[in-house]
């Protein structure tokens, strides 16, 4: 893994419509908190990386040059890594081999999106194959619905069960949501109210599906020589992992997800972690859909294969539970897309530092952050620690 880099700042911005600041002041805002975290200015930064959605999401070609000045890049190296939904991790990962590799001390990692100023349901279903899958494509609910659906059946799921557990998911999730205050979505919901929603691609139903947000996230990655003189408690970034498969939909199995199980495999690798319900303390999973949540949890071996919706129902993944995901009320609550990965990713450097507030749980050391791409083949995972 070349020199260990350690997370020294990070910063979110107020999630959800933001008509009140123009893009580049938006990404400027998150741009200062994070610095302002770190206890670093952008004359201590020697990169930046910068991530969106495919840039016909925003409208603007080159958004990483648009941003430039906003990002304080002008005169230093800047890269625009972009892979859909998982370009959150991409970044990070970009940002953390710029840093082990010793190419660089310190590098600023920032990922943004408006989705409210366009279409981002039209502009994902362009990613599909144009012969034989846009037609029915209908955006990435009715993707991701294909995906869910072809789980139950491999695994005999019930549809009842696979029904509960997913409610119990957006619960859990809303809830997680009402004590972070940088989410899009807080509101208190019911199983009844889930259940209840309007359905948008059977079985998924509107509360099973994250928003469309404005938002940005910033983190900063630095050399342990670095992180040591600038930043009291660091987060270290202990493994990383990200893979890809076939871009077809269709041609891997996804109800057991290759991709999104390797790319954890290879993150435990590094960090050591043979057991992850045991051996870790939080996860912050890139769940825009609830059914997902639990396909993810098999993925990343916090249950057997075929069981999420068992351990769903009895509260493991729960805050209180054996294992809290998505504490922060995850991507089901909040979702800038090419912010959200790295969302995940400074929600768990919170936790293992101690400074998730009122959503912090108790004693976490280690955690996993997780995001999924391209039109749901690339997965990546980064594992943190409080010690090095």
């Known amino acids: 893994m070349g020199r260990a880099v350690a997370v020294i700042g990070t910063g979110q911005t107020k999630h959800g419509r933001r008509p009140d600041v123009s893009y580049p002041d938006m990404v400027r805002e998150v741009i200062m908190v994070a610095l302002e975290d770190a206890g670093i200015t952008l004359k201590d930064v020697d990169g930046v990386v910068h991530g969106t959605m495919p840039s016909m999401m925003e ?11 906003a990002i304080g890049a002008v005169g230093k190296p800047i890269m625009k890594v972009e892979t859909c939904g998982s370009t959150g991790q991409s970044i990070a990962h970009c940002g953390f081999f710029w840093v082990a590799s010793g190419m660089a001390d310190i590098v600023l990692v920032v990922g943004s999106e408006k ?19 846009r037609v029915f494509a209908a955006g990435a609910p009715g993707t991701f619905t294909m995906q869910c659906m072809e789980w139950m059946y491999r695994f005999k799921i019930p549809e009842d069960k696979g029904r509960e557990a997913a409610a119990m ?9 009402m004590d972070n205050p940088y989410a899009h979505i807080r509101m208190k919901v019911t199983m009844d109210d889930v259940k209840n929603s309007r359905i948008v691609t059977y079985p998924v139903r509107l509360l099973d599906v994250c928003p469309s947000s404005d938002g940005a996230c910033a983190v900063i990655f630095a050399s342990e020589e670095k992180a040591k003189k600038i930043c009291k408690k660091p987060a270290w970034i202990k493994g990383v992992g990200f893979r890809g498969e076939e871009s077809f939909f269709g041609e891997s199995d996804k109800s057991i997800w290759p991709s999104a199980t390797e790319a954890a495999q290879e993150a435990y690798r590094q960090a050591g972690i043979k057991d992850p319900l045991k051996e870790l303390d939080v996860a912050e999973i890139y769940n825009p859909f609830t059914y997902q949540e639990m396909i993810f949890c098999e993925c990343f071996g916090f249950c057997p294969r075929g069981e999420a919706p068992d351990y769903v129902l009895k509260g493991t993944f729960k805050k209180g539970g054996e294992l809290p995901c998505c504490p922060s009320g995850g991507t089901l609550c909040t979702n800038p897309i090419g912010a959200t990965g790295l969302i995940r990713l400074a929600e768990t450097v919170l936790q293992v530092t101690g400074k998730a507030g009122a959503r912090q749980v108790e004693g976490a050391k280690i955690a996993l952050s997780h995001a999924m791409g391209g039109v ?10 409080s010690n090095l």
Request: charged share 10%; hydrophobic share 35%; no cysteine.
């Open 115 to 133: 989705m409210n100023e366009g279409d981002s349901q039209a502009t994902m279903t362009t990613v599909f194959d144009p012969y034989f899958q």
């Open 376 to 385: 749901d083949q690339f997965n990546g995972v980064t594992i943190v620690s």
């Open 59 to 69: 409208g603007v070609s080159s958004t990483h040059l648009y941003f430039a000045e």
């Open 169 to 177: 998911v957006s619960v859990s999730n809303h809830d997680n949501a």
